[in-house]
């Protein structure tokens, strides 16, 4: 097994977090304002682990703000901790230090209101906490974006006491060196960087940009955290920085789409998207990326890609409108596609990236990180579940992709997916021929507690409409598995990865 963390006598998880209205630059899409809460679940498995969490708050200055210490998480179970309800001063802005003395996981979701273009106002983006023992003196944004169709903001945080001098690195898509910029962050402190102003950015900055990547290194030698947040016009996105831990020469997307609910459809209903950056600055990637269809258990591709990505730069691949590619090299797809996609550098060049899923019809959008092998592990934790409606009308629900990235097949018997509520309650444990079936190497099922994802929608109705919870998967010793997690609403959506035990 990968990534065993052990006994952890204490945990603790840096979070970034936005609760006030921003002013942009006009011409590029306006994000609203912003609100944070965040899910946080207790990773400790045994009877009478209940985790008690000390929650700090800390301005953009690294100044503390309040501090939260009535927060008590039963095992396997998780907790909502929404910082509008928190004392905190108006207009907050800033960062979330969340330490327990269990191992625990979060997710931060961000909910947008009053979003100019968006058809209700509403948008949303969501991405992993980072753990103390994760965090790095580099990090990566391999998805940043700067036009009137996508801008991103990139958050840094310096995760230790004392200044933090940090520098950050611009490259465009084509490899191209944008420049640099430096700065000190105080202790706990945050400064974001928003690429619709040119004040935040580079002298020289191309006028032309469109998108590329970011790297940031502390040449204090201490620790970082980051998150970064898009913003289209009617849809928005968000993922955790990306650190040395999540580097691999092997990176998979454990949920991939190219799907139409008829090919005659001029937009599609899901679609999707990989980012790769090369984190070496000296060797071109020489990268292959397959994309497997999901339920095929043949391990045979149904589409094999290759590119090459410069130094520190990254490439994106989309099944829409093609990327960095053309559009066409998708089309042995089809339109009613659906699957995982695993990414070989085939030069032993370290990558990282995200993926992006779209939901093109309904207008929206989430973005989670590529998972390399270190990541995987046969347990796996899933802070965020939901499965909340009222009469007929669904508000929220949940769907999780799991992948068997390992070398040998998961039969379906050795496999368990446990559905915990906030009272650590198991509502519902899929195993066996509860399951879609087994898991060869590099294949993937998906649950949804809406519609059953690949299981029947009935196999959910026991949940009731008023769920919200976590999951708690356990493989066989040994076995490598990595999902992600779709938060859908009836009027947004955001995407998470899982936490390997």
């Given at each position: 097994?990968?990534?065993?963390?052990?006994?952890?006598?204490?945990?603790?998880?840096?979070?970034?977090?936005?609760?006030?209205?921003?002013?942009?630059?006009?011409?590029?899409?306006?994000?609203g304002?912003?609100?944070?809460?965040?899910?946080?679940?207790?990773?400790?498995?045994?009877?009478?682990?209940?985790?008690?969490?000390?929650?700090?708050?800390?301005?953009?200055?690294?100044?503390?703000?309040?501090?939260?210490?009535?927060?008590?998480?039963?095992?396997?179970?998780?907790?909502?901790?929404?910082?509008?309800?928190?004392?905190?001063?108006?207009?907050?802005?800033?960062?979330?230090?969340?330490?327990?003395?269990?191992?625990?996981?979060?997710?931060?979701?961000?909910?947008?209101?009053?979003?100019?273009?968006?058809?209700?106002?509403?948008?949303q983006?969501a991405?992993?906490?980072?753990?103390?023992?994760?965090?790095?003196?580099?990090?990566?944004?391999?998805?940043?974006?700067?036009?009137?169709?996508?801008?991103?903001?990139?958050?840094?945080?310096?995760?230790?006491?004392?200044?933090?001098?940090?520098?950050?690195?611009?490259?465009?898509?084509?490899?191209?060196?944008?420049?640099?910029?430096?700065?000190?962050?105080?202790?706990?402190?945050?400064?974001?960087?928003?690429?619709?102003?040119?004040?935040?950015?580079?002298?020289?900055?191309?006028?032309?940009?469109?998108?590329?990547?970011?790297?940031?290194?502390?040449?204090?030698?201490?620790?970082?955290?980051?998150?970064?947040?898009?913003?289209?016009?009617?849809?928005?996105?968000?993922y955790?920085a990306?650190?040395?831990?999540?580097?691999?020469?092997?990176?998979?997307?454990?949920?991939?789409?190219?799907?139409?609910?008829?090919?005659?459809?001029?937009?599609?209903?899901l679609?999707?998207?990989?980012?790769?950056?090369?984190?070496?600055?000296s060797?071109?990637?020489?990268?292959?990326?397959?994309?497997?269809?999901?339920?095929?258990?043949?391990?045979?591709?149904?589409?094999?890609?290759?590119?090459?990505?410069?130094?520190?730069?990254?490439?994106?691949?989309?099944?829409?409108?093609?990327g960095?590619?053309?559009?066409?090299?998708?089309?042995?797809?089809?339109?009613?596609?659906?699957?995982?996609?695993?990414?070989?550098?085939?030069?032993?060049?370290?990558?990282?990236?995200?993926?992006?899923?779209?939901?093109g019809?309904?207008?929206?959008?989430?973005?989670?990180?590529?998972?390399s092998?270190?990541?995987?592990?046969?347990?796996?934790?899933?802070?965020?579940?939901?499965?909340?409606?009222?009469?007929?009308?669904?508000?929220?629900?949940?769907?999780?992709?799991?992948?068997?990235?390992?070398?040998?097949?998961?039969?379906?018997?050795?496999?368990?997916?446990?559905?915990?509520?906030?009272?650590?309650?198991?509502?519902?444990?899929?195993?066996?021929?509860?399951?879609?079936?087994?898991?060869?190497?590099?294949?993937?099922?998906?649950?949804?507690?809406?519609?059953?994802?690949?299981?029947?929608?009935?196999?959910?109705?026991?949940?009731?409409?008023?769920?919200?919870?976590?999951?708690?998967?356990?493989?066989?010793?040994?076995?490598?598995?990595?999902?992600?997690?779709?938060?859908?609403?009836?009027?947004?959506?955001?995407?998470?990865?899982?936490?390997?035990?």
């Amino acid at each position: 097994m990968k990534s065993k963390i052990g006994i952890v006598i204490a945990t603790t998880l840096v979070l970034l977090l936005l609760v006030a209205g921003i002013s942009y630059a006009q011409g590029y899409p306006q994000p609203g304002l912003s609100t944070s809460n965040t899910v946080v679940q207790n990773m400790a498995t045994g009877s009478g682990q209940v985790a008690t969490l000390i929650v700090s708050y800390y301005s953009t200055d690294g100044v503390k703000q309040y501090e939260n210490t009535t927060v008590k998480i039963n095992p396997k179970s998780v907790k909502e901790i929404k910082a509008e309800d928190e004392p905190l001063p108006a207009g907050f802005s800033g960062a979330a230090v969340v330490s327990s003395d269990q191992p625990i996981a979060a997710v931060v979701s961000i909910k947008n209101t009053n979003v100019p273009e968006a058809p209700d106002g509403f948008t949303q983006g969501a991405y992993n906490g980072t753990s103390t023992a994760g965090t790095s003196t580099s990090i990566f944004f391999p998805t940043v974006w700067g036009f009137n169709g996508i801008v991103s903001r990139v958050t840094v945080q310096n995760a230790e006491a004392g200044t933090n001098n940090i520098k950050l690195d611009f490259y465009d898509r084509s490899g191209n060196f944008l420049g640099s910029s430096n700065e000190a962050l105080n202790a706990y402190g945050s400064r974001t960087y928003y690429l619709g102003n040119t004040s935040d950015l580079p002298s020289g900055w191309p006028s032309g940009f469109q998108d590329g990547s970011i790297t940031i290194t502390s040449t204090d030698n201490k620790m970082l955290a980051g998150a970064s947040t898009a913003t289209w016009p009617n849809r928005a996105g968000a993922y955790q920085a990306l650190s040395p831990n999540d580097q691999g020469t092997v990176l998979y997307a454990p949920s991939h789409y190219r799907f139409k609910q008829n090919p005659s459809d001029s937009e599609y209903t899901l679609f999707s998207a990989v980012n790769i950056q090369n984190t070496s600055s000296s060797t071109t990637a020489q990268v292959k990326v397959e994309y497997f269809t999901r339920g095929d258990n043949s391990g045979t591709p149904a589409l094999t890609l290759n590119t090459t990505i410069p130094p520190l730069s990254a490439r994106g691949l989309n099944t829409k409108n093609g990327g960095d590619l053309d559009a066409s090299v998708f089309d042995p797809l089809g339109t009613s596609w659906d699957g995982s996609v695993t990414i070989t550098s085939e030069n032993d060049v370290p990558l990282v990236g995200t993926g992006i899923t779209n939901w093109g019809v309904a207008g929206n959008a989430g973005i989670y990180a590529l998972v390399s092998d270190t990541s995987a592990a046969d347990t796996i934790f899933i802070p965020a579940q939901y499965r909340l409606a009222q009469g007929s009308t669904w508000n929220q629900w949940s769907a999780l992709n799991l992948q068997n990235v390992g070398t040998t097949t998961v039969n379906a018997a050795d496999l368990t997916v446990e559905y915990i509520d906030t009272n650590g309650n198991t509502i519902k444990t899929f195993t066996g021929a509860q399951l879609p079936g087994n898991l060869a190497p590099g294949a993937a099922f998906g649950l949804n507690t809406r519609n059953g994802g690949d299981l029947a929608a009935s196999a959910f109705d026991s949940f009731g409409t008023s769920f919200i919870g976590g999951i708690y998967i356990t493989g066989p010793a040994g076995s490598d598995l990595v999902a992600v997690s779709n938060i859908i609403y009836k009027n947004r959506a955001s995407v998470y990865n899982g936490f390997p035990e």
